[in-house]
């Protein structure tokens, strides 16, 4: 069994192991190509007794029966186990997701930040507060669902896990995380983490593909479900939790518009958009996808986009220099491949920047599309791709922005900021940026997951509210 299977585990009741299953798929190296291993799956029984194991430790109160203040203290363990494998886990991602090491390694170091505002919700009294009436003293309840399952996605495991499961905990579930069967890797140190700073069966992780997802979200003993990736699966689970009622929240794909109006100026817009084009390798659900600029500056912006792009340092996932790094699995970049030759077979010009590293690598160059003579192709090309369409009238700009069926991001860029608020306004999706690829760190936003790009909201605070229901008592 090679070093890479080795670190993939299942954590069952406490118990960590390497699943018991091999599929058929192959797992590679991003940098290179080179086979790795098959894809791993846990088998049946150990399903069942995670499942077992959630239920009972729901019906007991194992975790719900700790007073807060032990609750937020374990949160802060995790947060010190987790913090202490940065350099596994940021490894682990990269060699799943191609992102660049550096890269990985300081998002999760961040995003392990998220435990500590858990265990300071949970001192701030999450879950109960005291309401006075003419009749008496009366509670108003937020109570967990019940046992949580937590369907990750592959471009950032680590991240989503981290952030799922502290939002559970808050709210008082437990836990089962299944990895998606494409980045199984940083489970190893995450199930390590969990045994260090957590009762046992509180976290579980359970290994496999779709059939074992569908296991897990089927079985009665799932009270609620957490979904990130595309928009078939997510459909699949909104339908297997619709049939039993249960809560689903599903954070899926986004065909993001950036809408740049007449006043924008074509360098700053590209040096903001590449650097969130570019975020994740592309790989990024609110990353921008679709360029809509005046007709009568296209070419000014394909020169500012070029000019950037081709600066651009593409390399292996351990370079310290690398800003763009592989592709996350084969088959994902012969899927992105097949998109851009659709787009040239209706006449699109298709430009490619950069230098691409030699041998067998997922790598693919940041692409620019010259999309007008294909409007209808408006399914998501989830990489380092930029569409690019013109537009005469404001409204059409709006129109085309809205011209599809997703509604997770946008953009906004223009030296009249009141117009960018009112343009910004009327896209259809949940997150809209203005003349940014990302908000002011002062900024606190709550959005709506629109369209067929999920159910849901996200924001500070809000993740420990879905794992939880209200109950008022008086």
């Not at 991003?30 to 790795?36: A, K, R, W």
């Not at 500590?116 to 949970?122: I, K, N």
């Not at 990024?284 to 996808?289: D, E, I, N, T």
């Not at 790598?363 to 399914?379: G, I, M, Q």
Request: aromatic residues 6%.
């Amino acid at each position: 069994m090679t070093e890479h299977v080795c670190a993939i585990r299942e954590l069952v009741d406490g118990h960590a192991a390497v699943p018991a299953q091999e599929l058929a798929p192959m797992l590679t190296d991003p940098d290179t190509g080179e086979v790795l291993h098959g894809q791993r799956a846990s088998a049946p029984d150990s399903v069942e007794r995670a499942l077992a194991t959630a239920a009972s430790v729901h019906e007991q109160e194992i975790w719900t029966g700790l007073p807060l203040g032990e609750r937020a203290a374990a949160l802060r363990r995790l947060q010190a186990e987790l913090t202490a494998r940065v350099e596994q886990l940021a490894g682990a991602d990269s060699l799943d997701s191609g992102v660049p090491y550096a890269v990985t390694s300081a998002f999760i170091g961040a995003v392990a930040q998220i435990l500590e505002a858990g265990a300071a919700q949970l001192e701030e009294g999450f879950g109960h507060a005291e309401q006075e009436t003419s009749a008496g003293p009366c509670d108003q309840w937020r109570l967990p669902w019940g046992p949580a399952v937590v369907l990750l996605p592959w471009n950032a495991p680590t991240h989503m896990a981290m952030v799922r499961t502290a939002d559970a905990l808050v709210a008082g579930c437990p836990v089962i995380l299944k990895p998606s069967e494409w980045s199984p890797h940083s489970s190893g140190p995450f199930a390590e983490a969990v045994q260090a700073a957590l009762p046992p069966g509180v976290v579980q992780i359970i290994q496999g593909d779709r059939a074992v997802s569908e296991a897990l979200v089927e079985d009665a003993r799932t009270a609620v479900v957490s979904f990130t990736g595309g928009v078939p699966g997510g459909k699949g689970v909104a339908e297997a939790c619709g049939r039993q009622l249960k809560p689903a929240d599903l954070e899926l794909s986004g065909n993001n518009p950036v809408v740049v109006l007449p006043d924008a100026e074509p360098a700053e817009v590209a040096t903001q958009v590449v650097l969130a084009m570019l975020t994740l390798n592309g790989q990024y659900c609110v990353g921008p996808r679709r360029l809509i600029v005046p007709e009568d500056k296209v070419e000014d912006y394909l020169t500012a986009f070029g000019t950037v792009l081709e600066s651009v340092t593409i390399g292996a996932t351990t370079d310290p220099a690398t800003q763009l790094g592989p592709l996350s699995h084969e088959p994902h970049l012969r899927r992105l491949e097949a998109q851009l030759a659709e787009f040239e077979s209706r006449g699109c010009e298709v430009r490619r920047f950069g230098k691409l590293p030699g041998g067998a690598g997922h790598f693919l160059a940041p692409t620019v599309v010259l999309a007008d003579k294909a409007a209808d192709l408006r399914e998501e090309v989830f990489g380092p791709v930029l569409q690019v369409r013109s537009y005469r009238t404001l409204d059409e700009a709006v129109a085309i922005a809205n011209d599809h069926p997703y509604g997770l991001s946008g953009y906004v860029f223009g030296a009249d900021r009141a117009l960018a608020r009112t343009v910004g306004r009327r896209l259809r999706a949940g997150l809209v940026r203005l003349n940014s690829a990302y908000g002011p760190p002062d900024s606190s936003p709550v959005a709506s997951v629109w369209g067929v790009s999920g159910i849901g909201q996200f924001g500070s605070g809000l993740g420990a509210q879905f794992f939880s229901g209200a109950r008022f008592v008086g």
